[in-house]
């Protein structure tokens, strides 16, 4: 038994996120059926997380254990002959049998991409989320610098979410800023479902005026995802890459 590490880059717009689900087209499922053709036995693709229904990855990490002896540059060349054109392959390395896509991450990185003009060019509509209103950039960095440090991100969260441990730790926070566009770079040791595009959403907030950065620790103890900030269209949302 072999254990491939596939990392992948894939236009979400297309898939219902990344988990595979039923009658839907998905990443992983679109993955896995590539792989079980090119490897010819069935195979269980592990991502290192799901992502949302268009939601962009560049650096996505997943493996895939097989008994075929065919080399990793094979694979690379195979796995994207077989896959559509929003989904690329990027790296194939053998790795020990213990690596888990998931389990033995240390890191993930997200960006979320904001257009500040009023018109949003087609060749970046699908990959920004347009906000063209005044905000106050020292307030949002003031913000930002809330969420780094180790808390318990249930009023960031989907309310719906099933994972009991809601504590993660955001390693570091950035914005890079030019006329066009804001970019917001995230890193942590985890993320729940929708906590990125809803810090995002409050971090909006707070440029807006509608939240002061001050207000946010008490967002944080309440627990209360109603006193939070919306949850941002998923269109602009990039994860960058896992670090192991």
Not at 9 to 34: R, S
Not at 144 to 161: E, I, L, Q
Request: proline share 5%; net charge neutral.
């Amino acid at each position: 038994m072999r254990n491939l590490k596939l990392t992948l880059a894939y236009d979400g717009t297309e898939f219902h996120g990344w988990q595979i689900q039923p009658n839907l087209p998905t990443v992983q499922g679109t993955l896995k059926e590539a792989l079980e053709k090119l490897l010819n036995h069935a195979v269980n693709v592990t991502g290192s997380g799901r992502t949302d229904a268009g939601v962009h990855a560049q650096g996505q990490v997943a493996n895939v254990e097989t008994i075929r002896s065919i080399d990793t540059d094979a694979v690379l060349r195979g796995a994207n002959a077989l896959l559509p054109p929003g989904i690329r392959v990027w790296q194939v390395e053998e790795v020990r049998l213990d690596f888990h896509a998931r389990r033995s991450a240390r890191s993930k990185t997200y960006e979320y991409h904001i257009w500040r003009q009023h018109i949003v060019s087609p060749f970046h509509c699908r990959y920004v989320y347009a906000f063209p209103y005044e905000m106050d950039a020292r307030a949002v960095d003031e913000a930002s610098r809330h969420f780094v440090g180790t808390h318990d991100f249930t009023s960031f969260c989907a309310t719906a979410t099933t994972v009991e441990d809601r504590v993660r730790t955001i390693f570091e926070t950035t914005w890079q800023r030019s006329p066009e566009e804001w970019i917001f770079r995230i890193r942590g040791n985890g993320f729940l479902q929708y906590m990125v595009r809803t810090i995002v959403g409050t971090l909006l907030y707070v440029g807006t005026g509608k939240l002061r950065p001050q207000e946010l620790p008490p967002i944080f103890e309440e627990r209360d995802r109603r006193r939070a900030g919306p949850c941002v269209p998923s269109q602009g949302l990039h994860l960058i890459c896992v670090d192991y």
